[in-house]
């Protein structure tokens, strides 16, 4: 309990180095869940029932939201509860280890367990911190059954399997894993088809359990693709044997990356030579290979989807005990073998995995929400080595890693948990406070989508028991509705200007008519107060404004007018076109302020931005790569009461020419942050 304990502390302490929700949609999903469950006891997004995501997790933060009130209090409770359970897989490892290992070595995994790198998960709201210590849970469960394959502990392991499918679909897995498990260990032992017949139990309600789960489905309507659950949206796509084995290699690639090479090179040692080691070792060695097998298999295939294209580390980290586990056998007689031909293929095969990751392609943004281990590999490429030429600094560290492997003197051997928890730590610190790390990335999308003083502003000025909508209209950044959604108890429906925002949460698609009323299903939108842009200058009192971010806080108390309309903008961003225009009904005059901003990334000189009205110019600014300043320009009616300006940028840039790994092929010019009218 003491590493557990002072796990949790210390986790506690870092997560609160994490001030927003960044892995969107996903943290908006379970907090929207818990906060309903909390409060009506029903797991709801947008006021709409959800059943795509595990309840497990959602119940597990969801006292949380019944206990404050204030948001942000509630996020930081969440994330304490997150470091508790994140860090109680301690246990089920060092019970898991205890069944090869003596008890001093068997603490040494459990230390290590909680000291991966994946544990920084605890500063978001994911299912993976609940996942974790079931799956490393059922890994015990199912060595123990192969042990011995009692009735009673046949049903515990389909009972924690099923506690782990309501966690995470993903634990889908986990059948075929123990399907396998029991045939590899005949198949291993030479018992034939008889040695079966002591898992016929675990056969038996297995197959009865997922033949009322097909059952259960098809009366009731439904598809049986949806036993997925979120990854439903998997079988959307068409795969090919050769592209899920090409991300079957690159997976196994990092997680041996992951890892630190040596606990990957013990478990290959020990799958290689299943009969030369002792009949516990012989049945973790079973289940390790299944359960790493399966799962790698179902992550491969989930990311060779081309609207996927990533190494999803962060949905297969929880196999990274059974690697330690079978490091620690390196100081334990039986657990490894002791012939040095497989100790050789193991470690052969370990050094030069790393050595087929491309990192070009998968060294960039994406890594830092899902792939952990290349974060580092990024700094080394910031360091001046060439993304291309990564592969072969990993092969000669994995070369290294693979002497130590095979000719540190057996004295030393306990040498190797300690570099191997070193080499956690290092990775640790570089993917939390790193150029690339989720420091940087947490505070980015807190910018990008609250700018006030208190991030529950709008519970703040209307009460949290209020009813606030949002409007989304594309021009807007999406973090913007994301992170006030997040904070804000009060706000509910999400309506979309024919924009739907970039994620799968349901909102409502609403049209302008010419007067610009707000219409869906044909009928005017009638919302009490509502979140949106100032540049589409919603009728009605605006009562606090994020002004550097260009939203506001309206009362509207009836049907929602908008009186501006602007276009020129990309979608889901504040990037212009060449030519952005903005034009306003119920216009008699006044002045339009625009706050401008560049990317000194993109643009090392400043560019010209200029106005023009009815073909006249009345206003210019030079917008400087660091700089963002606001450009005013007089407005005056024209015919039915409409004023219409229009912004000429000077030049164009696109973003993947300085993005790794990014496929961005737009011809960007400014960022148009915010646009005030002045009457």
Request: aromatic share 8%; hydrophobic share 50%; with cysteine.
């Amino acid at each position: 309990m003491a590493i557990v304990i002072v796990s949790a502390v210390v986790r506690i302490e870092l997560g609160r180095r994490i001030v927003a929700p960044w892995i969107m949609v996903d943290e908006l999903e379970y907090s929207e869940l818990a906060k309903s469950f909390a409060a009506h006891g029903h797991f709801l997004i947008r006021g709409v029932p959800n059943s795509g995501e595990g309840f497990v997790y959602p119940l597990l933060i969801a006292p949380a939201y019944r206990l404050f009130t204030s948001v942000p209090t509630v996020y930081a409770v969440a994330k304490a509860i997150d470091a508790v359970a994140m860090s109680l897989a301690a246990i089920p490892a060092y019970f898991l280890a205890r069944r090869v290992l003596v008890p001093r070595l068997a603490l040494v995994v459990a230390a290590l367990s909680v000291l991966i790198p994946s544990m920084l998960y605890t500063g978001e709201l994911m299912t993976g911190n609940a996942f974790y210590p079931v799956f490393v849970t059922c890994a015990l469960a199912l060595v123990m059954t192969l042990e011995r394959p009692t009735r009673r502990r046949q049903i515990v392991l389909i009972v924690l399997c099923a506690l782990a499918y309501a966690t995470r679909a993903q634990a889908i897995s986990l059948i075929p894993s123990i399907v396998c498990a029991p045939i590899l260990l005949v198949v291993v032992e030479r018992r034939g088809i008889r040695g079966l017949r002591p898992f016929a139990t675990l056969y038996g309600i297995l197959g009865a359990c997922v033949g009322l789960a097909l059952l259960v489905t098809l009366l009731r309507g439904r598809s049986v693709l949806t036993l997925l659950g979120a990854y439903r949206a998997a079988t959307g796509s068409t795969y090919s044997v050769g592209g899920v084995l090409r991300f079957f290699v690159y997976h196994v690639s990092e997680l041996d990356l992951y890892l630190g090479i040596v606990p990957f090179a013990a478990l290959l040692a020990l799958w290689l030579a299943p009969r030369a080691v002792s009949r516990p070792a012989r049945a973790f060695g079973v289940a390790s290979l299944a359960l790493v097998f399966w799962l790698v298999v179902e992550v491969a295939a989930f990311a060779s989807q081309p609207s996927v294209d990533k190494i999803e580390e962060r949905n297969m980290f929880f196999l990274a005990p059974l690697g330690l586990i079978a490091l620690l056998g390196l100081a334990t007689d039986g657990v490894l073998p002791n012939r040095r031909r497989p100790l050789l293929a193991a470690a052969a095969v370990a050094a030069a995995l790393p050595v087929f990751i491309p990192y070009a392609h998968f060294v960039g943004p994406l890594a830092t929400a899902d792939t952990f281990a290349l974060l580092p590999w990024w700094g080394v490429h910031d360091h001046g080595v060439p993304l291309v030429d990564l592969r072969w600094v990993a092969l000669a560290v994995g070369i290294a890693a693979a002497a130590v492997f095979l000719w540190l003197p057996r004295r030393f051997v306990l040498l190797l948990p300690l570099l191997v928890g070193a080499y956690f730590v290092v990775t640790s610190i570089v993917v939390e406070h790193g150029r690339h790390g989720i420091e940087v990335a947490s505070e980015g999308k807190l910018q990008a989508g609250i700018q006030t003083a208190n991030l529950n502003w709008i519970d703040r000025a209307v009460g949290p028991n209020a009813s606030v909508a949002v409007l989304y209209t594309g021009k807007e950044n999406e973090e913007v509705t994301w992170e006030n959604e997040f904070f804000n108890r009060s706000i509910g429906k999400v309506y979309d200007l024919g924009v739907p925002p970039p994620d799968p949460l349901p909102a409502t698609e609403v049209a302008r008519r010419s007067n610009g009323t707000l219409a869906a299903d044909g009928r005017p939108v009638d919302v009490q107060y509502l979140l949106a842009g100032t540049a589409v200058d919603v009728k009605g009192r605006l009562l606090e404004l994020d002004g550097k971010l260009g939203v506001g806080l309206y009362r509207v108390g009836g049907a929602v007018v908008l009186l501006s309309h602007i276009t020129g903008l990309y979608p889901n961003d504040t990037w212009s076109h060449r030519t952005v225009t903005y034009s306003r009904v119920d216009c008699r005059g006044g002045t339009l302020s625009v706050r401008l901003q560049s990317d000194a990334s993109l643009f090392k000189l400043a560019q010209g931005v200029t106005a023009t009205e009815a073909g006249r110019v009345v206003g210019r600014v030079s917008v400087a790569p660091t700089a963002e300043p606001t450009l005013t320009v007089p407005l005056r009616a024209g015919p039915g009461g409409m004023c219409t300006v229009s912004f000429r940028v000077a030049h164009l840039a696109n973003p993947s020419l300085v993005e790794p790994g990014s496929t961005d092929d737009r011809l960007v010019g400014v960022r148009f942050q915010a646009f005030v009218f002045h009457p």
